[in-house]
């Protein structure tokens, strides 16, 4: 095929969002600056689409982000305007500090800004003259975190242009004041708000002493929005660090202080969340203070704080967690059943709990019962038959659970739970259920074999097992 014929399917995957074909497109040698029937290149395209799987496919394979177009912009320039940080970070490309000139970083910057200080639906305002208030909806902007959409004059922009600016802040090694960034992230108070965790990540990425210091000392702040940040900053970076970490014990130290002082609920409940990946010896106890907290934000939190890796549950610790599993709010039985499942010593008392979670009213609390029922060791006929009963959930993970605990205890109803489960298609390669589904099949194939009888064939034609 010619290579106008290549460039045709580039401009097809890429409208059509596949990644995939985009990526095999290049591979095949296509122009990765193609453009299409409108002279735009395929990045704008992408960029338009808000595809950032796309966009990073192009940009991964040579499309310039930096290319000067007609109308005087570039694609970078174009996500920017977007106001996707899910956009920009596909679209910004390696060492743009080093790619770009300071001009080109500058103005970038001041787009960025504009947007931010003015905001999305006046900005639009500005520019389409549209009367009218603007229809804004919230979506997701990456895999992750979520955003506003804002419409307005036939226009389309995300609201993420606080994020943007603090991306290319850090992109360009600009480094804003903490009590700026601080500032930004309280704007976004949700926990998935694509604004406030582009604060946290370059916060993050910032190891310096007196950047964690300056953060670190918001703990003390009198307004509960800023201990918020703070706390998520101290979560975020216990549960990326690799192995011991800069600041790791001064950490801990402080947040058992926090938790032992924090007041507003919502903050000690990020508090807990936090101090729970510290292994601290005061961990139990300050978590057993909380186990009757009257905010059940703050009680689902206690689970999590009561484990800590390699030690044993106190009588006191399990007490707690037997009666978390019988809270009023799911949230909170869900936490609890999750760490009772993660036990070693799965006492008759503990496998009545869960066996009662996992007829719970609520869908979660059940697939939570069945991911922890399918681990145990108990191999009593009453588990076997609550996961048999499992097996009627319309969530097909719970399903597939359910299977794979009745496989574990090669249960002879595990070739009836096979075909419940249903067909699971791509993306279960390397999941240690279906490969405990399949050691389960090619178990009775042999026994069959042996015994040169007619082997199962529904068991193993009933779910599709990736290769």
């Not at 990425?205 to 702040?221: D, F, G, I, M």
């Not at 097909?396 to 574990?408: C, K, M, N, P, T």
Request: glycine share 8%; with cysteine; charged share 25%.
């Amino acid at each position: 095929m010619g290579k106008g014929g290549l460039d045709g399917q580039l401009v097809s995957a890429v409208r059509a969002g596949d990644a995939g074909a985009v990526r095999s497109l290049l591979k095949s040698g296509t122009d990765p600056d193609t453009v299409d029937a409108t002279g735009l290149p395929v990045l704008c395209v992408a960029v338009a689409a808000y595809d950032e799987h796309v966009a990073g496919a192009l940009v991964e394979g040579g499309a310039d982000p930096d290319r000067l177009l007609p109308d005087g912009t570039t694609p970078l320039w174009r996500a920017v305007d977007g106001g996707s940080p899910a956009i920009v970070s596909a679209v910004l490309g390696d060492e743009p500090r080093l790619r770009l000139s300071e001009a080109s970083r500058e103005r970038l910057l001041v787009l960025a800004r504009n947007w931010y200080e003015t905001g999305a639906a006046e900005q639009l305002r500005r520019r389409t003259r549209a009367p009218g208030p603007a229809e804004t909806v919230r979506v997701q902007d990456d895999d992750v975190d979520r955003v506003d959409q804002v419409s307005l004059g036939g226009l389309v922009v995300r609201a993420g242009h606080s994020a943007v600016l603090t991306l290319l802040e850090w992109a360009f090694r600009v480094l804003t004041p903490v009590d700026e960034l601080i500032a930004r992230a309280v704007e976004h108070p949700a926990d998935d708000d694509v604004n406030a965790w582009a604060v946290h990540h370059v916060l993050i990425q910032r190891r310096s002493t007196e950047t964690w210091s300056a953060v670190v000392a918001l703990r003390h702040h009198p307004a509960p929005a800023q201990r918020l940040v703070t706390a998520r900053y101290l979560w975020t970076r216990a549960i990326v660090r690799c192995g011991p970490g800069h600041h790791e014990k001064e950490e801990g130290e402080l947040l058992a202080g926090w938790a032992a002082e924090e007041t507003d609920s919502e903050v000690l409940a990020q508090v807990l969340a936090a101090f729970s990946e510290h292994g601290h010896p005061e961990q139990e106890a300050i978590a057993l203070r909380y186990a009757d907290h009257p905010d059940p934000r703050v009680r689902r939190r206690v689970p999590d704080t009561l484990h800590v890796e390699g030690a044993a549950h106190t009588p006191a610790a399990t007490a707690a967690l037997l009666t978390l599993a019988q809270d009023p709010v799911a949230a909170v039985r869900s936490s609890a059943c999750t760490m009772l499942g993660v036990r070693d010593d799965h006492t008759p008392e503990i496998v009545r709990a869960l066996l009662r979670l996992a007829q719970d009213p609520d869908a979660q609390v059940r697939a939570t019962a069945a991911v922890a029922l399918a681990a145990s060791r108990d191999r009593t006929p009453a588990v076997a038959d609550a996961l048999v009963a499992l097996l009627a959930e319309d969530d097909r993970i719970v399903r597939l659970e359910a299977a794979y605990g009745l496989a574990r205890r090669d249960d002879p109803r595990t070739g009836e739970a096979i075909e419940r489960v249903g067909p699971l298609g791509p993306g279960f390669e390397h999941d240690h259920r279906v490969s405990g589904l399949w050691q389960w099949v090619r178990r009775q194939e042999d026994s069959a074999a042996a015994r040169q009888t007619k082997p199962m064939p529904t068991a193993s034609e009933a779910l599709y097992f990736p290769k």
